[in-house]
């Protein structure tokens, strides 16, 4: 059967004009309407499709990154060498003097694990930290060997400190005999992830306390942490079913709304987990702040709106950690809830350091930024060899708004030990009172350029409709102006007059 193709040139050409008017008129009034349509109903059907994208829910965007974060993450570790500890055990006033060593440099990955879909738009799950060493990207190796104080001792001889005076002998002889000031010449191996073995910290496992309950059998910054499911404990989430200006908003950490370490707003679970972040899907204004929940220090840092920033071409909102995180109630008021002593002792601390005990075991951990960056000059006075400065330490998070995309992170804290004397535990009895600085590390990820792409398309959508919408409206604009044009031009010219002689044939 001959088939025969359909000439619309034939067709057209056997339309009457007044056809082909009635013809292009309708096609301009209809793409005029069609980008008027699409120019009002775009905003709410982009911003439909961003939530579909953006809230956390199997097979969504966002749960592809949350689930296994996409973006490449480092764990930049640096130690604290004690060069002259010999000299300040004799001599009290004898300042401490500590050389950084690093940073030795671990790639991060973290992994969502256990999760339970909740019927109250959260979801609750375990977090899966995996660190391999990068030697290309370190300053040392991890058989680097550093000299700092024996956390084991210390700890001891802290939760030790009231006992009664007829016992301080015999335990001030057990401390000096099993433990010392120092560990010396530690591989960072042992420091960190190894762990280093102390025969007081069986001792210390063996008494019957809540105060005490020391998940671990050796030391170690990082040990029992590489691959577990149920270190960082259990968190529950909003997954922004309910509005995406609490997506990823921690409602609780461990199965409580509160921490139980701290008073009034300072103990509650708040922020959020610090990889996913509220979207402003929708939002005119830019949050001045966000919240996180580091549950390494088992608190809250509320950090400020600072400045903008562009990373490939996408516009980002600075947020840096200031002064105000690590005050206890001296210059804000507010942060009284973060101090652990008696509330008619409050502020105990000068500002720049948080007391951590609660978090860690009871310790005397104290938690600042690195080199003691925003404190109190009299701890950076107390030791030598610190060095604070804005462009090294400073803490912050870049974050684009409107999906709440991390652009740029720099997470960095230090960790430090609170030496002081103690009465009765010869160990101790001429040591300065001094925050000796152990560790400091930086968490930094940074949006790569395939990631970036990505998020332009997303931040794309909403104006991609009504360019759409302009140019469709255009179109019907231009040929309802050129029929318009075209009719004019013909009503508006005189017939043309019939010779006499054709009308008399």
């Known amino acids: 059967m001959e088939t025969r193709q359909i000439n619309w040139t034939e067709m057209c050409s056997s339309c009457t004009d007044f056809q082909k008017k009635i013809i292009s008129l309708g096609c301009s009034a209809f793409l005029l309407l069609l980008g008027i349509t699409l120019g009002v109903l775009w905003p709410s059907m982009s911003e439909q499709v961003l939530r579909n994208k953006l809230v956390v829910k199997n097979g969504s965007a966002n749960y592809d990154n949350w689930i296994r974060t996409p973006i490449p993450m480092y764990l930049e570790i640096h130690l604290f060498n004690w060069t002259n500890p010999d000299e300040v055990a004799r001599n009290r006033s004898a300042k401490p003097h500590f050389v950084e060593m690093g940073p030795y440099t671990f790639s991060e990955l973290h992994e969502r694990v256990n999760l339970v879909w909740n019927d109250n738009a959260t979801v609750t799950y375990e977090q899966r ?161 966000i919240t996180l929940f580091p549950s390494d220090i088992c608190r809250s840092l509320t950090l400020q709106g600072a400045e903008q920033v562009s990373l490939f ?7 840096v950690g200031d002064e105000r995180v690590f005050d206890n109630g001296v210059k804000y008021p507010e942060a009284s809830c973060w101090c652990n002593a008696d509330a008619t002792h409050c502020p105990d601390l000068k500002p720049g350091v948080f007391n951590a005990s609660a978090c860690k075991y009871g310790s005397p951990t104290f938690v600042s930024y690195p080199h003691f960056y925003l404190a109190d000059e009299s701890y950076v006075n107390a030791v030598s060899g610190m060095r604070p400065n804005r ?40 040591v300065p009172d001094v925050m000796i600085p152990m560790i400091w590390f930086r968490q930094r990820a940074t949006l790569t350029q395939e990631l ?46 019939i010779p006499y002689e054709e009308l008399q044939n």
């Open 129 to 289: 930290r995996t660190w391999h060493f990068v030697p290309e990207l370190s300053n040392g190796t991890l058989d680097d060997q550093v000299t700092n104080l024996n956390v084991i001792t210390l700890n001891a001889a802290h939760y030790l400190r009231h006992v009664s005076s007829f016992l301080k002998p015999a335990i001030s002889w057990f401390l000096k005999t099993e433990g010392s000031l120092v560990w010396k010449n530690k591989p960072v191996r042992e420091l960190l992830f190894e762990g280093v073995k102390d025969p007081l910290l069986d001792l210390l496992k063996t008494i019957n306390s809540t105060e005490l309950n020391i998940p671990f059998d050796k030391f170690g910054w990082f040990v029992g942490r590489n691959l577990s499911d149920s270190y960082d404990g259990t968190f529950t989430m909003r997954t922004g079913a309910d509005g995406l200006d609490r997506m990823g908003f921690l409602t609780q950490w461990n199965g409580a709304s509160r921490t139980g370490m701290y008073r009034g707003q300072c103990g509650a679970v708040y922020g959020t987990s610090g990889e996913l972040w509220p979207a402003s899907v929708g939002a005119t204004t830019v949050p001045s702040n």
């Open 452 to 497: 970036a792409e990505q998020a332009k398309l997303a931040l794309a959508l909403p104006s991609l409709g009504t360019y759409v919408a302009i140019f469709f409206a255009s179109i019907g604009i231009i040929m309802s102006a050129v029929f318009l044009y075209c009719s004019i031009k013909k009503w508006s010219q005189p017939s043309e007059p």
């Open 391 to 430: 462009t090294e330490h400073e803490f912050y998070m870049a974050i684009e708004p409107l999906t709440g995309i991390p652009l740029d992170v720099r997470a960095q804290l230090q960790i430090n030990e609170h030496l002081q004397p103690i009465s009765g535990i010869s160990l101790y009895e001429n």
């Open 313 to 319: 071409n996408i516009q980002g909102t600075k947020y």
